[in-house]
């Protein structure tokens, strides 16, 4: 583990600068990772159309799985005005455009997107054009999560903890060149921010964070896990594909939805009652239990959950008594795979160890498919699998706030109409 010269564990220092963020986090940051950042393109509309295109830009590991980026900022936006004008849209490609100059896109330098609510269209008269975006609302009856309703959201992720700061200063007004690039406008002039919500995800990082709310004060969370409960997640055939996740016609044609959900973990029974065969069981199935299939964090299983070992779950749920949450899930796969992508990740906002649920999918209702197969009614009711109770990884789990967004086809990205910017 690096250190500096006070003993701050140097993934440990990066990460709480990204929550603290600031002037004086961010120079320290720059301070211990002084290696230049890739300049982004000299030509921002050689990017892709869909602003999720970020797979062909991120790193993969051995088994072809993608990398999430480690450090993650959300930022909840208002919009100032009331119907967006010519000027004001310039004013946001502007500012986006020069994030794009000034950072690579990809996870050595940065990737991000911004989506709208429903609340925000609603404002401007209608809901998107062929775009399925109801407003958040509870998915289960054990939850009452605070339904977010900002105009709009930004999510920045990088390797680098400097980066997605400094993005984030560029983005509200506070800095007037990135990377020798000039921020020729910012976000603020047409937003004000009303949050900003940080995490990270890969090995090492929750390890590090794991002094908060949630976990046991016995460090349980292993060294190399990449989140919390101590799993790989995100194999690559447990992922949609982009594609599958795309709009495919309307003005938003090359755009996705964002579910964007806020988790408190609670993982005191987890790692102190619950050993490693109940953990593997509930997070995966119980027969990958009992067969010793996953090994230490996951990193055998390749590029799948090899799901097909797992017995069906109602199956698994009337004669072992415990469901698995990835096995309880392969019931809302297409053509073998999941119909959403995940792209979330760790956090210690409000002092707890939690989840920022990212995910992506063509419709919310892809979403709210696999949310109700996740909750695993079916199983609940032939079985003596409880609500909570070996049902997955439900018991750990609390939902404290859900959002939905639209992300727009990066030309419909600056401040959208229902029917799109040309409307
Ligand atoms: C918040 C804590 C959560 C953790 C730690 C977690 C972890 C995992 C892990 C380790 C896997 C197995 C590896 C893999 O298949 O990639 C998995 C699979 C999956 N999870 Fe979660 N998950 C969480 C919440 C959720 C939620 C809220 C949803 C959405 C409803 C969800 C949807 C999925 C899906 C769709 C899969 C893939 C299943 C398949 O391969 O068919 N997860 N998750």
Not at 115 to 125: A, D, I, Q
Not at 196 to 215: E, I, S
Not at 284 to 290: G, K, R, S, T
Not at 348 to 354: Q, V
Request: hydrophobic share 30%.
């Amino acid at each position: 583990m690096h250190s500096d010269d006070r003993g701050i564990p140097r993934r440990a220092f990066l990460k709480s600068a990204v929550a603290i963020g600031g002037a004086s986090a961010l120079a320290a940051c720059a301070e211990r990772d002084p290696e230049p950042v890739p300049a982004g393109t000299e030509n921002p509309s050689s990017l892709p159309e869909r602003q999720h295109a970020w797979q062909q830009f991120l790193a993969q590991d051995d088994a072809g799985n993608t990398i999430p980026p480690r450090h993650h900022v959300l930022l909840h936006l208002e919009y100032d005005g009331d119907s967006p004008t010519e000027r004001e849209r310039q004013t946001v490609e502007d500012a986006l455009r020069s994030l794009e100059r000034a950072y690579e896109f990809s996870n050595e330098g940065l990737v991000f997107t911004l989506g709208y609510s429903p609340s925000y269209f609603e404002t401007l008269g209608g809901s998107p054009v062929g775009v399925d975006l109801p407003a958040p609302r509870a998915l289960s009856d054990l939850e009452d999560p605070e339904l977010d309703t900002p105009d709009a959201v930004v999510h920045l992720a990088s390797d680098r903890a400097k980066v997605v700061l400094r993005a984030g200063q560029g983005l509200r007004g506070e800095n007037d060149a990135l990377n020798g690039e000039p921020m020729e406008a910012a976000l603020t002039d047409a937003f004000t921010v009303a949050d900003r919500r940080t995490g990270f995800v890969g090995a090492g990082l929750p390890a590090d964070h794991q002094d908060t709310g949630g976990v046991p004060d016995s460090d349980p969370v292993p060294e190399d896990a990449p989140l919390y409960m101590g799993f790989k997640s995100t194999f690559e055939k447990s992922q949609a594909t982009e594609d599958r996740v795309t709009i495919q016609s309307g003005p938003f044609e090359g755009g996705t939805t964002q579910h964007a959900s806020h988790i408190d973990l609670n993982l005191q029974q987890w790692y102190e009652q619950d050993g490693r065969e109940e953990r593997v069981a509930k997070m995966f199935c119980p027969a990958h239990a009992e067969s010793g299939a996953v090994e230490g964090v996951g990193e055998n299983l390749g590029d799948s959950p090899q799901l097909d070992d797992c017995a069906d779950a109602e199956d698994a749920a009337r004669e072992k008594g415990v469901v698995g949450h990835s096995q309880k899930l392969e019931s809302v796969r297409e053509n073998d795979r999941p119909i959403i992508l995940r792209r979330d990740f760790d956090s210690t906002d409000g002092g707890h160890a939690g989840v920022h649920f990212v995910s992506l999918q063509r419709s919310i209702s892809d979403f709210v498919d696999t949310r109700e197969a996740m909750n695993g009614g079916d199983v609940t009711e032939r079985s003596a699998v409880g609500r909570r109770r070996n049902n997955g990884i439900r018991q750990y789990l609390s939902v404290t706030h859900r959002g939905n967004y639209l992300l727009p086809p990066r030309s419909a990205r600056a401040l959208p109409s229902p029917g799109g910017v040309d409307a």
